[in-house]
């Protein structure tokens, strides 16, 4: 079955401090999709991060930068010098390819993230 | 590009009345849209999945009486909570499927509260 595991229910930091955010994921697919959204207290989902299972390269935008490991089914995502507006829910996302050609999305649980002045 | 709306944002109305939610994708053709729901403090679950021309597939749990979607276009698809209950309060959130690597654009969500 698919799932997707983010432990960390919430993370509290000061701001400038470095954060990362955990997700591990379960698929017997070997080709797959790992996602990172955002979603601030307004509610709306932000795209982060679309990253194929066939990439394993880690990526780096800005203060962002995740890091894929297929060894441990991990696709973390760290947070340099936090900042206030930091602060919202991270989801971690899965999504396999369906026969019927469309491509669902599993969220994992969230992650709470409080960047305190 | 790649915009999703919904309409209306929020919503509030009174038990046993039905309320329609619509989403829309702008600027591009989504031959499939989904159809999430979000409790508070929790994750996004799926609902169902709509494809243009056809009926929607449900997700296990979810009442396709109670939750009625239409696709009848490729930017418009509908979801009806009918004879909505307080239970039934969520945030309601669609994806469209699109561009060139069917990649999912969500829309800003409806919040739905009843009464």
């Known amino acids: 079955a698919q799932k997707v595991t983010q432990a960390q229910t919430e993370i509290s930091v000061v701001e400038k401090e470095d954060v990362t955010l955990d997700c591990v994921y379960e698929t017997r697919d070997t080709t797959y999709y790992l996602f990172w959204y955002k979603q601030p207290p307004s509610g709306e989902l932000v795209f982060l991060i679309r990253?194929?299972?066939?990439?394993?390269q880690n990526e780096i935008s800005g203060r962002y930068s995740w890091n894929f490991q297929k060894s441990t089914s991990s696709f973390n995502f760290t947070i340099t010098a936090s900042q206030v507006v930091d602060s919202a829910v991270y989801f971690c996302?899965?999504?396999?390819?369906?026969?019927?050609?469309?491509?669902?999305?599993?969220f994992g649980a969230g992650t709470r993230l409080a960047v305190h002045p | 590009g790649a915009v999703v709306s919904q309409h209306p944002s929020r919503v509030i109305c009174k038990s046993g009345t039905s309320v329609k939610i619509e989403c829309r994708s702008l600027?591009?053709?989504?031959?499939?849209m989904f159809w999430y729901r979000q409790f508070p403090k929790q994750s996004l679950m799926l609902m169902a999945t709509s494809n243009e021309g056809s009926k929607a597939t449900y997700e296990q749990g979810v009442e396709k009486d109670k939750f009625l979607i239409n696709h009848a276009s490729l930017t418009l698809s509908t979801l009806t909570v009918t004879s909505a209950h307080p239970e039934d309060s969520s945030f309601y959130i669609c994806?469209?499927?699109?561009?060139?690597?069917?990649?999912?654009?969500f829309g800003p969500g409806t919040r739905l509260t009843v009464l």
């Open positions: 600027d591009f053709q989504a031959t499939t």
């Open positions: 990253r194929n299972s066939f990439d394993e």
């Open positions: 994806s469209a499927e699109g561009g060139r690597n069917n990649e999912q654009f």
């Open positions: 996302a899965l999504s396999e390819a369906f026969s019927g050609g469309y491509n669902k999305l599993i």
